[in-house]
Nanobody
């Protein structure tokens, strides 16, 4: 069982930066693929970024590639999402998720554990 708690969301102007954190509990955290998803009002939850268990492999949605960076610290059992050059269209609730699959997945159903979400609002 893995419990996830996100933090770091807030209100930022377009062009600004935020860093989201996801603190996990559970002794097997280091074996999980970790992902970030987001959901805007009236829209489906969409994949943002994911990282494999060691941090050696990352994958990004085209819409955030070059602006967002996912990383993890297994010693601190925490995963991060550094978001730069934010745009109003990045506004959403951001969710951290954990997957026990061996490879990175980009579908919500690939992830068994979810945090409660943190709001990110980017003003124009």
């Amino acid at each position: 069982q893995v419990q996830l708690v996100e933090s770091g969301g807030g209100l930022v102007q377009a062009g600004g930066s935020l860093r989201l954190s996801c603190a996990a509990s559970g002794r097997t955290f280091s074996s999980y693929v970790m992902g970030w998803f987001r959901q805007a009002p009236g829209k489906e939850r969409e994949f943002v970024a994911a990282i494999n268990w060691s941090g050696s492999v990352t994958y990004y949605a085209d819409s955030v590639k070059g602006r967002f960076t996912i990383s993890r610290d297994n010693a601190k059992i925490t995963v991060y999402l550094q978001m730069n050059s934010l745009k109003p269209e990045d506004t959403a609730v951001y969710y951290c998720a954990a997957s026990s699959y061996a490879t990175i997945g980009i579908r919500p159903r690939d992830y068994a554990y979810w945090g409660q979400g943190t709001q990110v609002t980017v003003s124009s």
